[in-house]
């Protein structure tokens, strides 16, 4: 996009994103067929989020799969900012740590972070976020974790555990090193200066709990990434192994470009929205297509720019053969997109009503899953 340039932080996605780039900016590693194929295995299947490129890099993951196969205490650890209400995008990561966990029979640590999104949003209020927090952590127990095995705390109710090993983490981190890594300025409030020690914090989580050795994974999207090259850092001076790491892409919002946020609402698929919302949202999409059905005819559309095809390829439409028959409809003109659209409302609605009742059923037991002090 031109005018804008392209810039992924923890708390900025903007422009257009160039993933290959990102892989070289960040240093991380591209996810490759080894790799996917060893995981596949442990699994049972390939997930189509690895099929689809959704998650494409890594850090040490083979040497995690090494640490479980050679017995080796493995655990997963991811988050949510409780700073609105949940979108598709959040769920990408979310449903891939499921996928993971089943796998592996690892534990989850699952952090959120009320404090960050208290101390970086101007408006929210402390009752707020406490409020979103619920409402998030709802829908992460829809996504279906083993309640034995996920631990999920706030950084607030939790700040003992957390706070203790967050003051060892940021005694070796100086400020221009986090100035740098997250561009914080003479403006900055001093909450958030501090505030990546605390995101660093549960890579130690469980050996601290459990007093064990443990290789931790974290799965994630890759704007995430600088908080872990602190933990990595400072792993070895506290006697711990480094945490590896897995990557995800954002998903794009309904618009044209932008990754899905909630803060432009009618380009963004909210977990709560009704069966008539989400459709009149993919109604208004942005597509590849011409502007009239007689130009479709003659010239086709192309699914490279359309985002209801993205997210049919991305996340809705697990059949390689399907895909690849609406992809080649559509580029000779053989199907419209008003079709195209039904068929991803459907799907789209449908999901929308499984997690609606499973987030339903979670009121009950969250419980289950927090870890209080
Ligand atoms: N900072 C993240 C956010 O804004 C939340 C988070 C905390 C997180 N710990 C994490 C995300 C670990 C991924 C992995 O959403």
Redesign the pocket.
């Known amino acids: 996009m031109q005018g804008v340039e392209a810039s992924v932080t923890?708390w900025e996605v903007k422009g257009e994103v160039d993933y290959d780039q990102l892989i070289t900016q960040f240093g991380v590693e591209p996810l490759n067929d080894e790799l996917i194929g060893r995981l596949s295995k442990h699994a049972g299947a390939v997930h189509p989020f690895l099929k689809r490129g959704l998650f494409f890099a890594h850090r040490e993951f083979g040497d995690w799969m090494n640490s479980y196969e050679n017995g080796t205490r493995v655990v997963l650890?991811?988050?949510?900012?409780p700073?609105g209400q949940t979108h598709l995008g959040h769920l990408i990561?979310w449903i891939f740590t499921k996928y993971l966990q089943d796998a592996f029979g690892a534990e989850l640590y699952f952090?959120m972070?009320d404090d960050?999104?208290y101390l970086i949003s101007p408006d929210l209020t402390r009752e707020d976020i406490a409020g979103y927090t619920y409402e998030n952590i709802l829908d992460i127990i829809a996504v279906g974790f083993d309640p034995q095995k996920t631990k999920i705390f706030t950084n607030l109710g939790y700040s003992r555990h957390i706070y203790n090993i967050a003051t060892r983490v940021a005694k070796h981190v100086t400020f221009s090193t986090a100035k740098a890594t997250f561009g914080f300025t003479e403006s900055s409030n001093i909450g958030i200066i501090f505030f990546p020690a605390m995101?660093s914090a549960?890579c130690f989580l469980h050996q601290e709990l459990e007093k064990e050795d443990a290789h931790v994974l974290?799965p994630?999207?890759i704007d995430?990434e600088p908080?872990w090259r602190i933990a990595r850092d400072v792993a070895p001076k506290l006697g711990y192994r480094k945490p590896a790491g897995i990557y995800s892409k954002f998903i794009p919002g309904l618009g044209k470009g932008g990754k899905m946020s909630a803060s432009i609402p009618e380009t963004c698929i909210f977990l709560s929205d009704t069966e008539a919302e989400a459709r009149s949202k993919i109604k208004d999409a942005f597509t590849g297509g011409q502007p009239t059905i007689r130009e479709q005819k003659e010239k086709g559309g192309d699914p490279g720019v359309c985002i209801v095809y993205n997210y049919l390829f991305s996340l809705f439409e697990e059949e390689d053969t399907k895909v690849a028959e609406i992809c080649n409809l559509c580029r000779t003109g053989g199907i419209m997109c008003g079709e195209c659209k039904r068929m991803l409302a459907e799907k789209v609605a449908s999901f929308l009503r499984d997690h609606q009742k499973r987030r339903g059923e979670a009121r009950s037991r969250v419980e289950q899953f927090l870890l209080r002090e």
């Open positions: 923890p650890y991811t988050g949510r900012g700073s990561p952090q972070t960050e999104k995101q549960p974290i994630c999207a995430q908080y």
